[in-house]
């Protein structure tokens, strides 16, 4: 195998391996080594069953549970038999009677981090393209040990030491979660509090952990000011110095660290058709 990195904020591909086949011992502290190193690993060419995805992530960590598991709301009720209850459908396909086949549709996916809302969120996303859109639907990443590393002294003094809620009640595209009610006053958003400065576990780099900037709430604040510190944190944060953006191909599997990292979603055309098959890393409470 070969690490090349994308010579960008953070990312690397990783040539010559075929997951489709069992991973061995030093194959896996390879991969392992390079996921730590460059926080977003990409895999071309890979031809992954529902089986394949889900021994995957055991390379990264303990298995881990689609959002909706994550949320308490069971099986998305549209998924077919065959689709394992770990594995979560991503694509803006209907079927013949007009409904989806998997989430998040065709618009944009805000800056996130995926099942912040959790109180043990998910370390590690695999992402596994099936179907690609020739223009749009490129997924976007931020390294946020770099963006905390690099934060203004004045914006870190009001930063460290304070937590946000991260809330339920929208998905990454913006849209409500039915169980859901409408929030007009983020500070009582149903949700989960973490520090806005996290240690990775792994690394004991400190870092940056926003999840999503919707319904966001620094506790101990009055909202306006709230607001107000959650958009200086988030303009610094999307920089894209910090930043890197990647183009699907079909066969595309994309590997990232949740802990360190945001990413984010082009949209593209409803006409255009896009699937892909994800399957998780289970992780730890954030600290």
Not at 119 to 135: K, Y
């Amino acid at each position: 195998m070969n690490v090349i990195p994308t010579g960008q904020a953070l990312g690397a591909e990783i040539t010559g391996i075929d997951l489709s086949k069992d991973v061995s011992a030093a194959d896996r502290e390879f991969i392992v080594n390079a996921y730590t190193e460059h926080l977003v690993l990409l895999f071309r060419g890979q031809s992954l069953s529902f089986d394949d995805l889900l021994r995957l992530r055991e390379v990264f960590g303990p298995p881990g549970k689609a959002a909706n598991q994550l949320l308490g709301l069971g099986r998305k009720k549209y998924l077919p038999d065959e689709v394992p209850d770990d594995i979560t459908i991503i694509s803006n396909i209907t079927d013949a009677a007009g409904k989806p086949i998997g989430a998040l549709g065709d618009g944009e996916a805000f800056w996130h981090t995926d099942s912040s809302f959790t109180e043990t969120p998910i370390s590690a996303s695999l992402l596994h393209a099936i179907e690609v859109t020739e223009q749009g639907g490129e997924t976007g990443f931020i390294n946020m040990y770099k963006a905390y590393d690099e934060m203004p002294a004045g914006l870190a003094a009001k930063v460290n030491g304070r937590h946000a809620n991260h809330s339920k009640v929208h998905n990454s595209a913006g849209m409500r979660r039915p169980e859901f009610a409408e929030v007009t006053d983020p500070s009582k958003a149903p949700g989960v509090r973490h520090p806005l400065v996290r240690t990775h576990p792994a690394t004991r780099r400190k870092c940056l952990y926003l999840g999503r900037r919707q319904n966001a709430y620094i506790f101990d604040l009055p909202v306006p000011e709230s607001e107000k510190l959650l958009d200086e944190l988030w303009a610094h944060t999307c920089q894209e110095k910090y930043a890197w953006h990647h183009k699907w191909r079909v066969g595309d599997l994309l590997v990232w660290d949740n802990r360190c990292t945001m990413h984010h979603r082009n949209p593209f055309s409803p006409n255009a058709r896009r699937l892909m098959h994800k399957s998780t890393t289970a992780g730890e409470p954030v600290t």
